[in-house]
């Protein structure tokens, strides 16, 4: 009762955040959020599912990312595996631009957005990998 009118000031509201649930219950995700501002909106229906399928507590624990590649050690065992079995890897890289609606939420004009922000950094990449 006290979610059904709140509304982040991109418009995603609690209704919106269900849709993903009622529409496709087979997923097994029953909200959305639709920018990051709905964390912290809904954190008291997110938080909770969050740690079920996570097994990750947001309340007490912090997500920290390192994607220094330079960082990773491997030894000589898993480097030979690693060499033998990866033949190609991809990241996925969803929901990551700050200050833009995630897909549930986005607007064309956010896409657009998103779209410029991705094809300025993939331009900056090696010839190679663009």
Not at 9 to 34: C, D, E, I
Not at 107 to 118: H, Q
Request: glycine share 10%; charged share 25%; net charge negative.
């Amino acid at each position: 009762e006290k979610l059904k009118d709140v509304k982040s000031s991109k418009g995603y509201s609690l209704s919106n955040g269900m849709q993903a649930g009622v529409l496709r219950p087979h997923l097994g995700v029953g909200f959305t959020a639709g920018d990051e501002e709905c964390f912290e909106l809904f954190k008291d229906l997110i938080y909770p599912i969050v740690q079920g399928w996570h097994k990750f507590d947001p309340e007490t624990q912090e997500h920290k990312s390192d994607l220094d590649a330079s960082k990773l050690s491997f030894s000589d065992d898993q480097s030979a595996l690693f060499t033998k079995y990866v033949a190609s890897t991809r990241i996925r890289a969803a929901r990551n631009i700050s200050g833009y609606s995630l897909p549930a939420g986005t607007s064309r004009e956010d896409r657009l957005a998103v779209e410029g922000v991705l094809k300025e950094a993939f331009g900056g990449l090696p010839e190679a990998l663009q």
